[in-house]
Nanobody
Framework: QVQLVESGGGLVQAGGSLRLSCAASGRTFIINRMGYAMGWFRQAPGNEREFVAG????????YYADSVKGRFTISRDNAKNTVYLQMNSLKPEDTAVYYCATGSTSATMSSARFWGQGTQVTVSS
């Protein structure tokens, strides 16, 4: 099994920045052997879970939701089994629990099946 643990969430004012990290553990060789993409989803109270960003195993094909394009940057370090989400110019509507995921071979993360427990991001106005 693959376990994912997010960190880096917190409270920030609008316009500020946060950097989320997600470290994989357990049978992490699966991620590299299978060439899994890694990515981020988020869910705000009363909303459905939505895709935020994904990145292919090679890092060559990042993919972003329109709502975060130009503000967020996803990256990964395969040697560390870690994916990052740099979030700049944060808005109150970015407030949500952010979940790390893997298990899909596409940066669109359409078939993610391994999930972290989430980290809270709160953006105040």
């Amino acid at each position: 099994q693959v376990q994912l643990v997010e960190s880096g969430g917190g409270l920030v004012q609008a316009g500020g920045s946060l950097r989320l990290s997600c470290a994989a553990s357990g049978r992490t060789f699966i991620i590299n052997r299978m060439g899994y993409a890694m990515g981020w989803f988020r869910q705000a109270p009363g909303n459905e879970r939505e895709f935020v960003a994904g990145i292919s195993w090679s890092g060559a094909s990042p993919y972003y939701a329109d709502s975060v394009k130009g503000r967020f940057t996803i990256s990964r370090d395969n040697a560390k089994n870690t994916v990052y989400l740099q979030m700049n110019s944060l808005k109150p509507e970015d407030t949500a629990v952010y979940y790390c995921a893997t298990g899909s071979t596409s940066a669109t993360m359409s078939s993610a099946r391994f999930w972290g427990q989430g980290t809270q991001v709160t953006v105040s106005s």
